[in-house]
């Protein structure tokens, strides 16, 4: 029964919500921008700052520094070591966490309002003081390196790698943000010290925050903890050529079941076709059960558990991409299948009821996305990264249900290109080789 309670409390607090997510923009006296939602019903605060840039500002040579870093951030802080820091965190019942990717790096932080100035100091203290010191950076780099070992016995990460090797070329896209063992042994804390100094500026910030805290509150909040950041960070990369050619591209690895990754270039956040895009591959790959790759080839064939396709729109460049499990013996049935399924959505889109189903779908599953504060907060600072309107929540099922059947044949026969489709696949596959 409490099950049952708790799960109709969280629906109960999750659909207000998503009915009034009013957006506000603030700017403090510093300059500093954000989105506010301010929801006083509850005393506490999700706060969401993200750094454009992530793991592509890594120095040469030194691939895996801003990794490195952001496992250390919250090893020590001022004057307080990796234990006394643990400790002041959990005496202010707050938590903060931090996260990097290709194209940024993020850091959350949940708190109540009643410790709100402390758990701001202790926040600010850990942006602008970090100790890095050496007995954290060998357990953390340890750590870093144990799952470096890990990945190199994992077909999924095996494929990945190799994909976007040939995807990107000499682009850092084209290698694993978490570095190499070797390169992530060598890293030093200058190192470490110049991927913080390079990662955190106020030219690549985004914030977002939702809670109990006024637009006032915010502001004040900002430049005490922001205002005093570098001015400008490390120059990001350019603009990333998908490179990759269609074929195949086997890595043998002794495992009774092969993994195909599959893909080639993609389409921008920012295209005025990327809703049509967005649904059709709904429909082909990103349904479940409903896609047209499942049905062909897990509910006809019985060729596999689950095959998936999706959009992968980063800041520097877009691919689109798949991915399916099989046994050695069948992977190559499985991959034709796949092909034959991308050339007939190209060649002819899709059907009224297909499109009229996904949009039901994706319309309907869209509130759901709005679940708390800490969630709130993350999509409002993901739309001013990609640079969308601040009504955005508001129209977007809108956009959803405006794409038309003409506009899915238009883009399928633009964006499926099944003679570039290249699959990588690691295992031992019966009836596959290489071809370039």
Same mark, same amino acid.
Request: no cysteine.
């Given at each position: 029964?409490?099950?049952?309670l708790?799960?109709?409390?969280?629906?109960v607090?999750?659909?207000?919500?998503?009915?009034?997510?009013?957006?506000?923009?603030?700017t403090?006296?510093?300059?500093?921008?954000?989105?506010l939602?301010?929801e006083h019903?509850?005393?506490?605060?999700?706060l969401?700052?993200?750094?454009?840039g992530?793991?592509?500002?890594?120095a040469?040579?030194?691939r895996?520094a801003?990794?490195l870093?952001?496992?250390?951030?919250?090893?020590?802080?001022?004057?307080l070591?990796?234990?006394?820091?643990a400790?002041?965190?959990?005496?202010?019942?707050?938590?903060?966490?931090?996260?990097?990717?290709?194209d940024?790096?993020? #850091?959350? !932080?949940k708190? &109540?309002?009643?410790?709100r100035d %402390?758990v701001?100091?202790l $926040?600010?203290? +850990?942006?602008?003081?970090?100790?890095?010191d050496?007995?954290a950076?060998d357990?953390?780099?340890?750590?870093?390196?144990?799952?470096?070992?890990?990945?190199?016995?994992?077909?999924?990460?095996?494929?990945g790698?190799?994909?976007?090797?040939?995807?990107f070329?000499?682009?850092p896209?084209a290698?694993d943000?978490?570095g190499?063992?070797?390169?992530?042994?060598?890293?030093?804390r200058?190192?470490i010290v110049?991927?913080?100094?390079?990662?955190?500026?106020?030219d690549?910030?985004?914030?977002?925050?939702?809670?109990? #805290?006024s !637009?006032e509150? &915010?502001g004040?909040?900002?430049? %005490?903890?922001?205002?005093? $950041?570098?001015? +400008?960070?490390a120059?990001?990369?350019?603009?990333?050529?998908?490179?990759?050619?269609g074929?195949?591209?086997?890595?043998?690895?002794?495992?009774?079941?092969?993994?195909?990754?599959?893909?080639h270039s993609?389409?921008?956040?920012?295209?005025?076709d990327?809703?049509?895009?967005?649904?059709?591959?709904?429909?082909l790959?990103?349904?479940?059960f409903?896609?047209?790759?499942?049905?062909?080839?897990?509910?006809?064939?019985?060729l596999?558990?689950?095959?998936y396709?999706?959009?992968?729109p980063?800041?520097?460049?877009? #691919?689109?991409?798949?991915?399916?499990?099989?046994g050695?013996?069948?992977?190559?049935?499985?991959i034709?299948?796949?092909?034959?399924e991308?050339?007939?959505m190209a060649?002819?889109?899709?059907?009224?009821e297909?499109?009229?189903d996904a949009?039901t779908?994706?319309?309907?599953?869209?509130?759901?996305?709005?679940?708390?504060?800490?969630r709130i907060?993350?999509?409002?600072?993901?739309?001013?990264?990609?640079?969308?309107?601040i009504?955005?929540?508001?129209?977007?099922?809108?956009?959803?249900?405006?794409?038309?059947?003409?506009?899915i044949?238009?883009?399928?026969?633009?964006?499926?290109?099944p003679?570039e489709?290249?699959?990588v696949?690691?295992?031992q596959?019966?009836?596959?080789?290489?071809?370039n």
């Amino acid at each position: 029964m409490k099950l049952f309670l708790s799960t109709i409390t969280a629906l109960v607090l999750a659909l207000p919500a998503w009915a009034e997510v009013k957006i506000q923009e603030v700017t403090s006296q510093g300059g500093i921008n954000a989105w506010l939602v301010e929801e006083h019903s509850i005393p506490f605060t999700a706060l969401e700052i993200r750094f454009r840039g992530g793991t592509s500002l890594d120095a040469a040579g030194k691939r895996g520094a801003t990794n490195l870093m952001m496992g250390l951030i919250e090893e020590g802080a001022g004057d307080l070591d990796a234990r006394a820091y643990a400790k002041e965190l959990e005496s202010l019942a707050a938590s903060f966490s931090y996260s990097a990717d290709d194209d940024s790096v993020s #850091i959350s !932080a949940k708190f &109540l309002t009643e410790n709100r100035d %402390e758990v701001i100091d202790l $926040l600010r203290t +850990t942006l602008h003081q970090p100790r890095f010191d050496q007995d954290a950076i060998d357990r953390v780099r340890a750590q870093v390196i144990s799952g470096l070992k890990s990945d190199a016995k994992d077909p999924n990460t095996i494929a990945g790698e190799a994909f976007s090797a040939m995807a990107f070329g000499d682009h850092p896209y084209a290698t694993d943000g978490k570095g190499t063992i070797e390169s992530v042994t060598a890293l030093t804390r200058d190192d470490i010290v110049a991927a913080h100094k390079g990662a955190f500026a106020l030219d690549r910030i985004y914030v977002g925050a939702v809670g109990d #805290i006024s !637009a006032e509150e &915010l502001g004040t909040l900002l430049d %005490e903890l922001l205002a005093d $950041l570098p001015g +400008t960070g490390a120059p990001i990369p350019g603009k990333a050529d998908v490179t990759i050619d269609g074929g195949v591209t086997v890595v043998d690895f002794v495992t009774p079941q092969s993994v195909a990754l599959f893909g080639h270039s993609g389409i921008d956040r920012d295209d005025e076709d990327f809703f049509a895009a967005y649904i059709l591959n709904h429909i082909l790959g990103a349904g479940s059960f409903e896609s047209r790759l499942m049905a062909e080839v897990r509910e006809k064939r019985g060729l596999t558990y689950g095959v998936y396709s999706y959009l992968v729109p980063k800041d520097l460049a877009s #691919i689109y991409l798949g991915s399916v499990a099989s046994g050695n013996a069948r992977i190559a049935e499985a991959i034709d299948v796949i092909r034959a399924e991308w050339i007939r959505m190209a060649e002819d889109g899709v059907t009224e009821e297909e499109l009229e189903d996904a949009k039901t779908y994706l319309t309907g599953a869209y509130p759901l996305r709005f679940d708390g504060n800490a969630r709130i907060a993350g999509i409002m600072v993901g739309m001013q990264m990609q640079d969308l309107p601040i009504d955005y929540i508001a129209t977007r099922n809108d956009k959803v249900n405006a794409v038309t059947l003409e506009d899915i044949k238009r883009v399928a026969g633009e964006l499926l290109k099944p003679e570039e489709l290249h699959f990588v696949v690691v295992g031992q596959p019966e009836g596959l080789e290489t071809t370039n």
